[in-house]
């Protein structure tokens, strides 16, 4: 990147849309995540379940997410790999107090970085470790440990702790997964 494009992006003064997909279990946090993010004027005043996906668009600094926002129930979650092609990262919301199904979420992250269309490609994975205000929530480094994230070696990755009903923890990860977006353009 040259100086000009340093200089565009640090004074935001190019604009950039990317495509993003938001994976999980069902139950994670997921579209509370992104609804956190959006502006106040777009946000919903009530959370449904996801069935399917939802499609929503939020801006962080100068870069406009469009967020394909998966559904996490297990009949759903074979639809994930037919939005991986497009997709420029990845946030994957991790219910950190549910430890019953923490290896379910590693075997779904494992299927997800292996698939032919992410295994390839060094595209950011932004982890969040939601529900990090409940009293049986694993810390962010027990949770990274269970998922066997020192393994990737091949893409960027962050990991969060995050409360998506107050939006603790959102801007650190949102602020990671940005500068990711921008150092790839």
């Given at each position: 990147m040259g100086l000009l494009d340093k200089l565009v992006n640090i004074f935001g003064l190019k604009k950039r849309e990317v495509k993003i997909l938001v994976v999980g279990l069902n139950n994670s946090g997921k579209s509370t995540v992104v609804n956190n993010l959006k502006s106040d004027d777009t946000k919903a005043s009530e959370i449904v379940p996801t069935l399917g996906l939802n499609v929503d668009k939020f801006k962080h600094q100068n870069v406009?997410?469009?967020?394909?926002?998966?559904?996490?129930?297990?009949?759903?979650?074979?639809?994930?790999?037919?939005?991986?092609?497009?997709?420029?990262?990845?946030?994957?919301?991790?219910?950190?107090?549910?430890?019953?199904?923490?290896?379910?979420?590693?075997?779904?992250?494992?299927?997800?970085?292996?698939?032919?269309?992410i295994a390839t490609r060094q595209i950011p994975i932004l982890f969040f470790s939601n529900k990090m205000d409940l009293r049986e929530a694993l810390s962010s480094v027990k949770i990274a440990a269970g998922l066997g994230l020192e393994q990737i070696m091949d893409k960027p990755w962050h990991i969060c702790a995050t409360n998506a009903l107050t939006g603790e923890g959102l801007q650190e990860g949102m602020e990671w997964f940005t500068q990711q977006i921008c150092d790839r353009s």
């Open positions: 406009t997410f469009t967020a394909f926002d998966m559904s996490g129930q297990g009949r759903y979650r074979d639809l994930w790999e037919h939005y991986y092609k497009d997709c420029e990262g990845i946030i994957f919301v991790i219910d950190s107090s549910d430890r019953l199904r923490l290896a379910v979420v590693r075997d779904e992250l494992d299927l997800l970085l292996q698939h032919p269309d």
